[in-house]
């Protein structure tokens, strides 16, 4: 079975900084891209910074410039390091990878259970 556990959300002031990590774990043939959502009351998630498997990233325009996401394949773990955070990146934080559980399966999405980060002014 496969999970991803995000960690390190929290409380922070603005202009402050954060790093969330999420780790991958369980019966795991190949991770794809993997990257980070964010959902904000009464809104859509939305996509913040992803990953590809080549290294290559994507971020939205309201974070560029100030979110990293790297990943470490070892660990099999995806960070975003948050700087520079401000009063409306205030959401809850989903960790995504697309991951094919078998040689013999598809890729499919998979989602951590989600990590709170809240930006005071």
């Known amino acids: 079975q496969v999970q991803l556990v995000e960690s390190g959300g929290g409380l922070v002031q603005a202009g402050g900084s954060l790093r969330l990590s999420c780790v991958v774990s369980g019966s795991i043939f190949s991770v794809d891209v993997m990257g980070w959502y964010r959902q904000a009351p009464g809104k859509q998630r939305e996509l913040v910074a992803t990953?590809?498997?080549?290294?290559?990233?994507n971020y939205a325009d309201s974070v560029k410039g100030r979110f990293t996401t790297s990943r470490d394949y070892v660990k099999n773990t995806v960070y975003l390091q948050m700087n520079s955070l401000k009063p409306e990146d205030t959401a809850v934080y989903y960790c995504?990878?697309?991951?094919?559980?078998?040689?013999?399966?598809?890729?499919?999405?998979?989602w951590g259970q989600g990590t709170q980060v809240t930006v005071s002014s």
């Open positions: 990953v590809t498997s080549g290294l290559n990233t």
């Open positions: 995504n990878a697309k991951i094919a559980a078998t040689r013999w399966s598809s890729f499919r999405d998979y």
